[in-house]
Nanobody
Framework: QVRLVESGGGLVQAGGSLRLSCAAS????????MGWFRQAPGKEREFVAA????????DYSDSVRGRFTISRDNAKNTIFLQMNSLKPEDTADYYC???????????????????WGQGTQVTVSS
């Protein structure tokens, strides 16, 4: 079993930046695709970004591409989401997740994570 704990959320003004972190414990996730989803109030949960086991492949939703960057540090069993040029519409709970199988595909629509964190809240004020 993998436990995921997010941190780094908070309140920021539009145009600002935040960096989310997600620490995994229980077992190594060095061979697993990982990613981020988000859910805004009153909306369905949506894909944000995903990264392959070695960081060589990443994918982003159209709404964040060019502003957000996903990365990972396998030595620390941690992934990150650098969020720049934040907009009020980025306000949501952000969830870290991981695929249970090794070497999964980090592509939106094909990435179906099995493990989820509790989420961290991001609020962007206008």
């Amino acid at each position: 079993q993998v436990r995921l704990v997010e941190s780094g959320g908070g309140l920021v003004q539009a145009g600002g930046s935040l960096r989310l972190s997600c620490a995994a414990s229980g077992r190594t996730v060095s061979w697993n695709t990982m990613g981020w989803f988000r859910q805004a109030p009153g909306k369905e949960r949506e894909f944000v970004a995903a990264i392959s086991f070695n960081g060589g492949i990443t994918d982003y939703s159209d709404s964040v591409r060019g502003r957000f960057t996903i990365s990972r540090d396998n030595a620390k069993n941690t992934i990150f989401l650098q969020m720049n040029s934040l907009k009020p519409e980025d306000t949501a709970d952000y969830y870290c997740n991981a695929d249970a199988e090794s070497f999964g595909t980090p592509i939106r629509g094909r990435y179906e994570p099995d493990y989820w964190g509790q989420g961290t809240q991001v609020t962007v004020s206008s």
